[in-house]
């Protein structure tokens, strides 16, 4: 079976950076879509950066998008998360997630069918 282990989490003050690594295993790694997302209690899981399997294309949302980016590694089965200049709203449990190749890339959760447990990132002063 499909799984997914992030790591890479920790606690930081405003304008501090870490570096999220997922690696997956169970599957073809280099034709799935691969996304982070993020997760605070209360709230629905929202996208933060996706990729495509062939690394031609990638997205994010607005709030991250010019301080996060989304690499992988095909070859080591690794996407990277890298997150610069955190702010305290960027406190999150974030997650890794993998989508079949269809159409297009997209941050949409209920697109993605395999995931991983999470690892909690805290951002504050």
């Known amino acids: 079976q499909v799984q997914l282990v992030e790591s890479g989490g920790g606690s930081v003050q405003p304008g501090g950076s870490l570096r999220l690594s997922c690696v997956g295993s169970g599957s073809n790694f280099s034709k799935y879509y691969m996304a982070w997302f993020r997760q605070v209690p209360g709230e629905e899981r929202k996208g933060v950066a996706g990729i495509t399997p062939g690394d031609d294309t990638m997205m994010s949302s607005d709030t991250v998008r010019g301080r996060f980016t989304i690499s992988r590694d095909n070859a080591k089965n690794v996407v990277i998360l890298k997150m610069n200049n955190l702010q305290p709203e960027d406190t999150a449990n974030y997650y890794c997630?993998?989508?079949?190749?269809?159409?297009?890339?997209?941050?949409?959760?209920?697109?993605?069918?395999?995931w991983g447990r999470g690892t909690q990132v805290n951002v504050s002063s």
């Open positions: 997630a993998e989508k079949e190749w269809d159409d297009r890339l997209t941050l949409h959760a209920t697109e993605y069918t395999a």
